[in-house]
């Protein structure tokens, strides 16, 4: 449960911006702020089924916008890269042909 919520943040962090005001809201309640549906209820006038139902379609969304984007998955791999240059830093590994490759993965990743 705690990797979907993870997920779904990050999620909602990139894709925001395409959703509405009270997708928004809703999921900003529930995911970031730890409303239950009953709270985000009340606080809409509407039934937790309606909260349910706008919440599980807007999870939908932002994996479908994440399926046909890819900026999640890019930001992980940029992750990775960077953390493996990091390594290669510390450990004062510079193997000048390793680093090129990470530098090369993190352009084709852009």
């Known amino acids: 449960m705690l990797e979907k919520t993870t997920r779904v943040n990050y999620l909602f962090d990139f894709y925001q911006s395409l959703l509405t005001k009270k997708q928004r809201n809703y999921m900003s309640l529930y995911y970031l702020d730890d409303f ?8 809409y006038d509407v039934s937790r089924q309606a909260v349910y139902d ?50 090369d993965a993190l352009e084709k990743l852009d």
């Open 54 to 103: 706008n919440i599980k379609r807007t999870e939908t969304m932002l994996e479908d916008y994440e399926s046909k984007l890819h900026l999640f998955e890019k930001f992980q791999e940029r992750q990775e890269i960077i953390q493996k240059l990091k390594l290669c830093y510390n450990d004062q590994q510079l193997d000048r042909e390793a680093i090129n490759e990470l530098m």
């Open 36 to 43: 239950s549906l009953g709270e985000i209820a009340e606080e």
